[in-house]
């Protein structure tokens, strides 16, 4: 079928498992929950900060010209203008005139896209040359083709799958066909109560003091990195740095998203990894290749599959508007190819435009060479939501275990919130004391969990859920013989080994976790 829109969500089973195990779940929930906005709990801020501090580590630790930075949310609302965000950071929507609830254009599209299918009668086997329309069918000059040739290429592009239709390729022309075609808002019903698409800024905007005064307003940071723009000389000359350098940053963004979904994919409030590098103009094309290749690198270092990842460079056309060139690291979720991280080159546009803002010099002077200039940027942006989305989805197993499903998360132990899982066989007998003295001894260098309630199966099945990559039992044995049995998460194989070795045994297993 050419349309397989699936009413479910693609990702329910790893919201439902971040909500029983307390990973991530909705904010506000007593509330009824805001709008795409999530808490994350024990496990979850333990896997987030694990990936964070990973991404710092690669970042400032194994790069010796790369410093960190912590700025404001708040900045200055020339900011915002210099940057090109008051007049460029917006979203295409359309307004209902009767609900007044306002649609992303392209995600209006997207609604209207089986109705659009089926108009053309294009349902299955449109390109198998039966004799369904094609647009050689038509005259050359009709617009019908024109909007036939964009359906059958978005259509080809997405593999029928009719949901995944990528914002970009929305164009103005699809738009405007879908609004003549079926203005009837997807919120509530209404005919031919649709507005054309107009621009709306994605940006927070509240006020500094209590009256709201015109001249008060500020906004909250939809990216993290003008902070690095605004204080770049006060780090480059504190921190004694010179050309290639780079300055790190993670903190909080905002985005006044009119869609937001796909669970932590897209959210108003987010956590970005920043980094911008700054080089000499006319260096940008190789620092651009090297972070390419590192970056992508960070993905493989935290195990995800490599057959899922992939690059997708943004067309001249569609690039931002302080971007020269722009590379995304694309996922594979469940619904659809989605980006999570972003190189760009985004040359001297940022420098250039806070110093005619602010009338502040923001050159570099380089006293080897006695050149002064504005270096040139190459960023890389990630979300950490995001990257924990792709972490938990790859990492999302189901297996059957004796007759019973069992779910694990098969996460890299970098990753994992708890590393060891330590349990009597039973409540007696001397086991627990020997149990929780293994627990007290890992503890000492690790996440570790001690847990002797319920039967040992449930106990595994809940370590499991989480990710912890070994789980430790001490039973009748081992008052025998000094041995305890270490499970593995994912093949289930079990060694026994000396209980006063299995500090070393994981500390081994872990690498330097
Ligand atoms: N400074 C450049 C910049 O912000 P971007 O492509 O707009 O570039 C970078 O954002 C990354 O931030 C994205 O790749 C994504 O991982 C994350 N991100 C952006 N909007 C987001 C949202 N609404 N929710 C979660 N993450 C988001």
Redesign the pocket.
């Known amino acids: 079928m050419a349309n397989k829109n699936k009413q479910t969500d693609p990702l329910a089973k790893l919201v439902a498992l971040c909500k029983r195990r307390g990973i991530v779940f909705q904010s506000s929930e007593i509330y009824g929950g805001v709008g795409s906005t999530y808490d994350y709990g024990p496990y979850g801020v333990e896997i987030k900060n694990n990936i964070s501090r990973l991404w710092w580590d690669e970042m400032t630790r194994n790069h010796e010209n790369i410093v960190g930075l912590d700025s404001a949310v708040i900045l200055h609302p020339q900011v915002w203008e210099a940057s090109g965000h008051l007049k460029n950071f917006s979203d295409p929507m359309i307004e209902c005139k009767n609900c007044k609830q306002r649609i992303r254009a392209d995600e209006f599209v997207k609604e209207c896209y089986k109705k659009l299918m089926d108009r053309f009668e294009i349902i299955s086997g449109a390109f198998n040359d039966n004799e369904l329309i094609k647009p050689s069918d038509l005259s050359e000059e009709s617009p019908e083709r024109q909007v036939l040739e964009k359906i059958l290429a978005l259509a080809e592009f997405q593999q029928f799958s009719g949901i995944k239709t990528p914002s970009e390729d929305a164009d103005e022309l699809i738009i405007e066909y879908v609004l003549k075609s079926y203005n009837q808002c997807t919120n509530c019903g209404a005919k031919d109560t649709l507005t054309p698409p107009r621009q709306f800024n994605l940006m927070f905007q509240t006020n500094i003091g209590s009256t709201g005064e015109p001249g008060s307003e500020v906004y909250l940071r939809?990216?993290?990195?003008q902070g690095i723009f605004l204080d770049w000389k006060i780090v480059q000359e504190s921190a004694r740095l010179k050309v290639p350098f780079g300055i790190a940053q993670i903190g909080k963004?905002f985005?006044n998203?009119i869609t937001?979904g796909n669970f932590?994919?897209?959210?108003?409030e987010?956590t970005?990894m920043?980094m911008q590098y700054f080089v000499k103009p006319g260096e940008t094309s190789e620092a651009l290749n090297e972070w390419k290749e590192k970056r992508w690198n960070f993905y493989l270092s935290l195990a995800i599959d490599p057959e899922k990842l992939r690059w997708l460079q943004h067309p001249q056309d569609k690039l931002?508007h302080y971007a020269k060139e722009a590379w995304?690291i694309e996922y594979e979720f469940p619904f659809g190819w989605g980006?999570?991280?972003?190189i760009?080159d985004r040359g001297d546009f940022d420098l250039k435009a806070h110093q005619e803002s602010s009338g502040k010099d923001m050159t570099y002077f380089d006293d080897q060479t006695r050149e002064r200039f504005h270096p040139h940027i190459v960023?890389t942006?990630?979300?950490l939501?995001?990257?924990m989305l792709t972490v938990l989805w790859d990492a999302y197993r189901e297996d059957e275990q004796a007759g019973e499903e069992r779910i694990y998360l098969a996460l890299d132990p970098k990753i994992a919130p708890i590393k060891a899982a330590v349990f009597p066989l039973v409540k007696k007998g001397g086991l627990p004391e020997i149990a929780e003295s293994i627990y007290k001894d890992l503890r000492k260098r690790w996440r570790v969990f001690y847990d002797f309630q319920g039967s040992i199966g449930k106990r595994y099945r809940r370590m499991d859920e989480i990710g912890t990559p070994f789980g430790i039992t001490v039973d009748f044995d081992t008052l025998e013989d000094n041995t305890v049995t270490v499970r593995f998460r994912d093949s289930l194989e079990q060694v026994r080994i000396d209980k006063d070795q299995v500090g070393n045994y994981i500390a081994e297993k872990l690498g330097d976790v």
């Open positions: 939809p990216e993290t990195c963004a985005r998203e937001t932590i994919f897209r959210t108003r987010f970005q920043e931002a995304d980006e999570v991280e972003g760009h960023e942006s990630a979300g939501n995001r990257m």
